[in-house]
């Protein structure tokens, strides 16, 4: 109640949270309003549609959660959410062993590769933002911070608060970084005023397709609905479970973990170049060494049996000699499943054959 009467001195403390934490956008938006309530009604449309049935397990299950900020949230009253450039996500722990583009290389996405977690940063970051606004509002706050883990239209809810704009790649594109940011947010149970730092007004998607074209899956539509999320090689990586089909490893290409051709072609995009890691280390290496060294990173999420079910992928498309004596190897040395099962199914296939 009190903010609202302080709208000013809420908004300094907005534009200074920019500067201690680096987001290069942030947007706060009550949730009892009407423009919520519109698009609550058309995001049900949305998780009613065809589409959803291509969507992974998670986003079914909570499509309406997802839906409905206000009932998912009940105790709610506002929405504080913010834009962190990759560029500004410190360097990971340990650093992975680099290797040239060869055959026994494969590519990690830029915004990942030795970098701390976006996740475990953007937490440390709004757990901060949250003690300064219970300081400056003297109340005891109620909060979920949500980064990709809590049922959150985030897109939506980004494009609504005046975030940034939904691109033809299906991402928030914000002022300077294009679509080179990730979003963090908050509940609160702290009634706001709605606010969006100033640059976020005119942020333009160009319609430039450049990111569209550049896409090796075909993934990209002309209009971000169109979006196939089961040809990304992002979600392919590191979201879907289980054996890959042939189809699916042949679209990851040399993708291990992640892809951000989309996010760097998009032209005010400031993302490092992907890196290119060695793939014996990766299939070879013991369990406990891969785990040391991607504990802080984002790969840790994914896990090693999937990161070499990948790598397994990346070496079956590379169609050489050394890629497929490796192959070989990991069915003598591999104790999972899945992994055994990849490599067979891979050595079967004929036009991988020497
Ligand atoms: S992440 Fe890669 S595969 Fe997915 S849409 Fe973007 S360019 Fe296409
Ligand atoms: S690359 Fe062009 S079309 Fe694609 S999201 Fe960026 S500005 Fe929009």
Known sequence: MGIINQKSAFYELMEKECEISGFTSIASIPLDTKKMKVLSS???VF??????????GYIKKTAAARADIISAFPWGKSLIMTALPFRMVPASKNKLPEAECDELSG????YAA????YHIHLNFLLKGLLER???FSGMEIRAEICIDTKPLAEKPLAAISGLGKIGMNSCILCPDEGSGICIGSIISSLSLPEYHSSKAVDIPCSNCAKCRKSCPAGAIGEKNEAFEIDRCISYLSMEKK?????EERKMLGEWIFGCDICTSSCPDSNIPPPVAIDLQWLLL???KEIEKTIADT???HTGITRLRRNAMAVLANKKSEQSTALLEKCILTLNSDLLKETAYQILNEKDIKL
């Open 47 to 56: 998780f009613q549609g065809n589409k959803i049935s291509k969507w992974p």
């Open 242 to 246: 289980g054996i890959l089909t042939a």
């Open 133 to 135: 606004l219970s300081e």
């Open 298 to 300: 984002p790969l840790a």
């Open 114 to 117: 030795n970098k701390t977690d």
């Open 285 to 287: 290496s013991s369990a």
């Open 107 to 110: 590519l990690i996405a830029g």
């Open 42 to 44: 058309e995001l049900n």
